[in-house]
């Protein structure tokens, strides 16, 4: 059974009082179940800046989950149907179109605003502590959760999603620029004719002035960046698929290029792109981390050969050529050079944690740092860590409910 709610918060948990937006979240529940007491269980989307998803069924780790838990799915704020934060509703912020208004009104999207708001919907539907079960952003979203709120939660499961407790967006990208060339090696051994694909078409791009359907150019930049679903467990045979015919009578193919402009677009989530590195951010500007380290590693020069993919990464360029980014490129710079970001976690409540927790910490996790997550392990008080080989960043969603089985089994002493 589904139920849709909604629930007022205040734009800025600072200021109760002040300017009030709508958070929406869908209540889950097995039918045979609707008038159980079930404890509730918050899930905490990847992202930042994606609604939750929408079921259509018991299906993938929901079919778990429902065996014990009321569901809540949260459109995190600014997300799906909670109050939007697009390039439509900031335009009106401000005097005209204020840059500087738009970015002090957008840093109040981060994990540390979600999990404010969790906080008070939870006081609205029960009086207990709930489970958090938090994947990739998600798993941040519910470090923070533990840092300033853990009163408010009976039991934690992380997957994919432990993030270092003080490390910059600079040092993020350090790893997983290592991470990524690996991946593209792999993915290469596997496939070893889509190097000459890849390099056939870099070429053409590098040649010749290529459009989207949408009118968005089509760099060899925007080609590499196609590389972030190589973290994912079908992502190196879906590239793979991309790049088997992807040219017609010389040309790339409609079929290409359409292909493209829905893996490059930031339709369904512009908070992804605009708040991607400040959601690393602790008293430090970011200053477009992702694009001054990638300047270290040589390999993902697009002249090189063979041409290597990025991965989770957002560039100045993204902004300037998405239509739906475009007018918000000031916001977006003013943001990357913000030096007093709040800080977003306590590790010293950490140390002291009294929740249990569970994680999932995903061995060759090409968007999370194994390393990184491994300390923050140690320096949450009683947390244990599942260190798996077995699923890729998406094992929450593939692995028909076992990886949230087996966390349960360990938070509650069964494994």
């Given at each position: 059974?589904?139920?849709?709610?909604?629930?007022?918060?205040?734009?800025?948990?600072?200021?109760?009082d002040g300017e009030q937006i709508e958070v929406f979240a869908r209540e889950v529940v097995a039918a045979d179940k609707a008038d159980a007491d079930l404890p509730w269980l918050l899930f905490l989307q990847g992202g930042p800046g994606f609604g939750a998803q929408r079921p259509e069924g018991r299906e993938s780790w929901l079919n778990r989950a429902l065996d014990d838990y009321r569901v809540l799915l949260l459109d995190q704020r600014g997300t799906g149907r909670s109050s939007p934060a697009n390039r439509r509703t900031l335009a009106g912020l401000g005097s005209g179109t204020s840059a500087r208004a738009q970015a002090d009104y957008l840093t109040h999207f981060r994990a540390d605003s979600i999990v404010l708001d969790a906080e008070l919907i939870r006081?609205?539907?029960?009086?207990?502590?709930?489970?958090?079960?938090?994947?990739?952003?998600?798993?941040?979203?519910?470090?923070?959760?533990?840092?300033?709120?853990?009163?408010?939660?009976?039991?934690?499961?992380?997957?994919?999603?432990?993030?270092?407790?003080?490390?910059?967006?600079?040092?993020?990208?350090?790893?997983?620029?290592?991470?990524?060339?690996?991946?593209?090696?792999?993915?290469?051994?596997?496939?070893?004719?889509?190097?000459?694909?890849?390099?056939?078409?870099?070429?053409?791009?590098?040649?010749?002035?290529?459009?989207?359907?949408?009118?968005?150019?089509?760099?060899?930049?925007?080609?590499?960046?196609?590389?972030?679903?190589?973290?994912?467990?079908?992502?190196?045979?879906?590239?793979?698929?991309?790049?088997?015919?992807?040219?017609?009578?010389?040309?790339?193919?409609?079929?290409?290029?359409?292909?493209?402009?829905?893996?490059?677009?930031?339709?369904?989530?512009?908070?992804?792109?605009?708040?991607?590195?400040?959601?690393?951010?602790?008293?430090?500007?970011?200053?477009?981390?992702?694009?001054?380290?990638?300047?270290?590693?040589?390999?993902?020069?697009?002249?090189?050969?063979?041409?290597?993919?990025?991965?989770?990464?957002?560039?100045?360029?993204?902004?300037?050529?998405?239509?739906?980014?475009?007018?918000?490129?000031?916001?977006?710079?003013?943001?990357?050079?913000?030096?007093?970001?709040?800080?977003?976690?306590?590790?010293?409540?950490?140390?002291?944690?009294?929740?249990?927790?569970?994680?999932?910490?995903?061995?060759?996790?090409?968007?999370?740092?194994?390393?990184?997550?491994?300390?923050?392990?140690?320096?949450?008080?009683?947390?244990?860590?599942?260190?798996?080989?077995?699923?890729?960043?998406?094992?929450?969603?593939?692995?028909?409910?076992?990886?949230?089985?087996?966390?349960?089994?360990?938070?509650?002493?069964?494994?």
């Amino acid at each position: 059974m589904l139920t849709d709610r909604f629930f007022a918060v205040p734009l800025d948990h600072q200021r109760p009082d002040g300017e009030q937006i709508e958070v929406f979240a869908r209540e889950v529940v097995a039918a045979d179940k609707a008038d159980a007491d079930l404890p509730w269980l918050l899930f905490l989307q990847g992202g930042p800046g994606f609604g939750a998803q929408r079921p259509e069924g018991r299906e993938s780790w929901l079919n778990r989950a429902l065996d014990d838990y009321r569901v809540l799915l949260l459109d995190q704020r600014g997300t799906g149907r909670s109050s939007p934060a697009n390039r439509r509703t900031l335009a009106g912020l401000g005097s005209g179109t204020s840059a500087r208004a738009q970015a002090d009104y957008l840093t109040h999207f981060r994990a540390d605003s979600i999990v404010l708001d969790a906080e008070l919907i939870r006081r609205e539907l029960t009086d207990e502590p709930w489970g958090v079960l938090g994947q990739s952003f998600g798993g941040m979203c519910t470090v923070t959760y533990l840092s300033f709120a853990p009163h408010g939660i009976r039991e934690a499961f992380i997957t994919g999603g432990l993030p270092g407790l003080d490390v910059t967006a600079d040092d993020v990208y350090r790893q997983t620029y290592r991470t990524v060339a690996a991946k593209n090696a792999a993915h290469y051994e596997r496939y070893p004719d889509d190097a000459v694909r890849a390099r056939q078409i870099a070429d053409h791009l590098a040649e010749h002035d290529v459009r989207l359907p949408d009118g968005t150019p089509l760099t060899v930049e925007a080609f590499q960046s196609v590389g972030a679903m190589l973290g994912m467990s079908r992502g190196s045979h879906a590239l793979h698929y991309l790049l088997e015919n992807p040219f017609a009578d010389g040309e790339l193919a409609d079929a290409f290029r359409y292909a493209m402009m829905g893996k490059l677009s930031f339709a369904a989530g512009p908070l992804y792109a605009l708040l991607h590195e400040a959601s690393y951010a602790q008293g430090t500007a970011t200053r477009w981390s992702a694009q001054r380290i990638r300047a270290e590693f040589a390999e993902f020069d697009p002249g090189a050969d063979p041409l290597y993919f990025t991965g989770e990464m957002i560039y100045p360029w993204m902004i300037d050529a998405d239509p739906v980014l475009r007018p918000l490129r000031e916001a977006a710079d003013i943001l990357a050079e913000r030096d007093d970001w709040p800080p977003l976690y306590d590790p010293a409540r950490l140390a002291a944690n009294e929740v249990p927790v569970a994680a999932a910490v995903y061995y060759n996790d090409m968007y999370v740092n194994r390393e990184f997550s491994m300390q923050t392990a140690r320096a949450i008080r009683g947390l244990q860590t599942w260190v798996t080989s077995e699923y890729e960043h998406d094992g929450l969603r593939v692995s028909d409910g076992a990886v949230l089985d087996r966390l349960i089994g360990m938070v509650r002493g069964n494994i």
